[in-house]
Nanobody, 128 residues
Framework: QVQLVESGGGLVQTGESLTISCAAS????????LGWFRRAPGKDREFVSA????????YYADSVTGRFTISRDNTKDTVYLQMNNLKPEDTAVYYC?????????????????????WGQGTQVTVSS
């Protein structure tokens, strides 16, 4: 069973940067596509970014492209989301997610149901 624990959320001002992390434990973490989603108040959960098992492929939502960077360290079973130039509309609970191992991932089609393990989330608040 995969467990995902997010950390690093907090309160920042517009234009600042923040990096959140997700520590994963369980079988074959390094063989799983990992992703970040977020849920803003009153809105549905939305895809933010994903990274393939070997870090060879990454994908971003249009709203964060050019500002956010996803990375992973398979020696630590940890995935990161570096967020730059944060905006108030980035305020949300950010969730880490993992797919089943060894799956072929078509990055541009990823949705919530493609992931079967989820963390509890970390709050990111951007003040204007």
């Amino acid at each position: 069973q995969v467990q995902l624990v997010e950390s690093g959320g907090g309160l920042v001002q517009t234009g600042e940067s923040l990096t959140i992390s997700c520590a994963a434990s369980g079988p074959q973490i390094s063989s799983r596509t990992l992703g970040w989603f977020r849920r803003a108040p009153g809105k549905d959960r939305e895809f933010v970014s994903a990274i393939s098992s070997d870090s060879g492929r990454t994908y971003y939502a249009d709203s964060v492209t050019g500002r956010f960077t996803i990375s992973r360290d398979n020696t630590k079973d940890t995935v990161y989301l570096q967020m730059n130039n944060l905006k108030p509309e980035d305020t949300a609970v950010y969730y880490c997610a993992a797919r089943k191992p060894f799956l072929t991932t078509i990055m541009g089609t990823l949705q919530s149901f493609h992931f079967n393990s989820w963390g509890q989330g970390t709050q990111v608040t951007v003040s204007s």
